[in-house]
T-cell receptor, first 109, second 115 residues
Framework: AQRVTQPEKLLSVFKGAPVELKCNYSYSGSPELFWYVQYSRQRLQLLLRHISRESIKGFTADLNKGETSFHLKKPFAQEEDSAMYYCALGNQAGTALIFGKGTTLSVSS | GAGVSQTPSNKVTEKGKYVELRCDPISGHTALYWYRQSLGQGPEFLIYFQGTGAADDSGLPNDRFFAVRPEGSVSTLKIQRTERGDSAVYLC?????????????FGPGTRLTVT
């Protein structure tokens, strides 16, 4: 079965603290994984994809095939990082994304 | 350039009525996707178009749901005999390539409320 699990509904941290948003997946073969973000009153947008191995807005995510995880990390959270974050998996057919339920990140000063 | 647009932004309808939701993808994008997002959930795939044809409609929940993209650009999602359970935000996304679910550009969504 193809599935994405985000175990935390809400993550609250203080500004400057490290952040880790958890994502686990179920997939046969080599997965394509993404993190999408939705800021307040804005549309869903791509944050980063595992294949690019990039860092966007200080966020990174490493694919761990042994643990079937793709956790999103940032060493020092900023208030503007407050948003809803979705982990997504490209489906086997290559026709759609499978999303997790999302985690709300709240960064306070 | 302009992003994906969706109309209307909000739609309130009575149970049993028919509704149409429209999506204008980014110009030149051949792939178009519809998702449905219920409260507290992530987006759930409904249907994928590559050009004019529906390449994957496995996410449509039942035969009350139908979507078209006659000229390979604008798409319309049609829901017949609406039910209260159809209430959700309907998202459209487009992508420059349909061979894999590459970076998808999402529209703002249409919030459908069935009373």
């Amino acid at each position: 079965a193809q599935r994405v699990t985000q175990p935390e509904k809400l993550l609250s941290v203080f500004k400057g603290a490290p952040v880790e948003l958890k994502c686990n997946y179920s997939y046969s073969g080599s997965p394509e994984l993404f993190w999408y973000v939705q800021y307040s009153r804005q549309r869903l947008q791509l944050l980063l994809r595992h294949i690019s191995r990039e860092s966007i807005k200080g966020f990174t995510a490493d694919l761990n095939k042994g643990e079937t995880s793709f956790h999103l990390k940032k060493p020092f959270a900023q208030e503007e990082d407050s948003a809803m974050y979705y982990c997504a998996l490209g489906n086997q057919a290559g026709t759609a994304l499978i999303f997790g339920k999302g985690t709300t990140l709240s960064v306070s000063s | 350039g302009a992003g994906v647009s969706q109309t209307p932004s909000n739609k309130v309808t009575e149970k049993g009525k028919y509704v149409e939701l429209r999506c204008d993808p980014i110009s030149g994008h051949t792939a178009l996707y519809w998702y449905r997002q219920s409260l507290g959930q992530g987006p759930e795939f409904l249907i994928y178009f590559q050009g004019t044809g529906a390449a994957d409609d496995s996410g449509l929940p039942n035969d009350r749901f139908f979507a078209v993209r006659p000229e390979g650009s604008v798409s319309t999602l049609k829901i017949q005999r609406t039910e209260r359970g159809d209430s959700a935000v309907y998202l459209c996304a487009s992508s420059p390539s349909g061979t894999r679910p590459h970076e998808q550009y999402f529209g703002p969504g249409t919030r459908l409320t069935v009373t």
